[in-house]
């Protein structure tokens, strides 16, 4: 993986962070609370091409990779964009592979016609419900692995809105039940079973940069409050263990975005390593990126609890983003699985 940006990489970078410091300021976060979604701000990414930015030019995409999304995704998670970005790119993804299924493809063009949201279940489904799906409140169609099948569903009108998952972090959760949901089978077998790994891994690789972008930019509002705020009549920027800690939480999370980007970036490049990576990245940013917004919400005092002050949103979401998968405990058991199983070390080209 190259750490040197191409000159198409960093003028995406300077396109999405000038249309997000327009677009999605804190006032935009606040506003589309409690559900999370922005839907004029959602049409505008459309307009500008994100929701198909990976998929390939003849699909009518924007034919960029995964290291693409990733930095449209570290500055949606710096600004806490209120919009399924990371939910609709792993989506998009699956549509895409499996584009000659009617009802896939008739979804990716309406996808990218700003006319379709899709998301994606990231467990399977259990007794006909897909639990706690992303994105699920708001969007049109989910990608599910039912059994053995990986499934396109979608359920009638309102049957999400009963389903509201209510949650710290402000973000669109619901529990679809697919047992009267009108479904397409897109794969079958091992194919349903390794296409639904690869969209967990995208997930997490995303979501993993998302949630590093958030943790560098609640340093940067801990910063300026500490420069102001004093305590026997000194800064307590000056003090050595404000000091220390976070620079201890901005190392740790420039780790974390190194790891995220090459879980992106093996997405395309490494497919064999890319499940272990995003795993990686997405364990290890979720708890650099809780453990930074705990201190800088301290250092904040009793202020950082109230809504008045922007840290909480931070904090908040920290949290609520990195939960959307489960019990990250059950996920280092997995991780250590794949990194310690002899059998798996194979598969997944480890030595």
């Excluded at 399924?84 to 996808?111: D, K, Q």
């Excluded at 009267?180 to 079958?188: E, I, R």
């Excluded at 904040?300 to 983003?321: K, M, N, P, S, V």
């Excluded at 991780?335 to 194979?346: E, Q």
Aim: glycine share 10%.
């Amino acid at each position: 993986m190259s750490l040197q940006p191409t000159a198409d990489q960093r003028d995406l970078r300077a396109a999405v962070a000038a249309f997000l410091t327009s677009h999605c300021g804190e006032a935009a976060v606040r506003k589309a609370e409690p559900l999370g979604v922005d839907t004029a701000l959602w049409a505008r990414c459309s307009g500008m091409g994100l929701p198909g930015l990976t998929v390939a030019v003849e699909q009518g995409g924007g034919g960029a990779g995964f290291v693409e999304a990733a930095i449209a995704a570290e500055l949606m998670g710096r600004h806490l964009a209120p919009v399924p970005f990371v939910e609709v790119t792993s989506a998009v993804s699956v549509l895409a592979e499996f584009a000659a299924v009617t009802a896939a493809g008739e979804a990716l063009r309406s996808t990218l016609a700003g006319d379709l949201v899709p998301t994606v279940c990231l467990h399977p489904v259990t007794a006909g419900t897909a639990p706690i799906v992303p994105a699920g409140a708001v969007a049109d169609v989910v990608i599910a692995l039912r059994d053995d099948q990986l499934v396109l569903a979608r359920t009638a009108p309102g049957v999400r809105g009963e389903a509201l998952v209510p949650n710290l972090g402000a973000m669109p959760l619901a529990r679809w039940d697919l047992a009267g949901a009108d479904t397409v089978v897109l794969a079958s077998g091992a194919q349903a079973h390794s296409a639904f790994a690869r969209l967990r891994g995208r997930w997490q690789a995303l979501t993993a940069v998302a949630l590093v972008g958030l943790g560098l930019r609640a340093i940067e509002i801990a910063l300026e409050y500490i420069r102001q705020r004093k305590a026997f009549g000194t800064p307590i920027a000056t003090f050595q263990t404000v000091q220390h800690r976070l620079a201890d939480d901005a190392t740790a999370l420039e780790g974390g975005r190194l790891l995220a980007y090459e879980a992106a970036w093996a997405q395309t490049a490494d497919p064999d390593r890319a499940d272990v990576l995003g795993a990686s990245a997405f364990l290890f940013a979720s708890e650099a990126a809780i453990r930074t917004t705990d201190a800088c919400l301290h250092f904040h005092g009793g202020y950082g609890f109230t809504l008045e002050y922007a840290i909480q949103l931070y904090f908040r979401r920290a949290r609520a983003w990195s939960q959307v998968f489960g019990d990250r405990r059950t996920e280092y058991v997995r991780l250590a699985r794949l990194l310690f199983d002899d059998d798996r070390r194979g598969a997944h080209g480890l030595s």
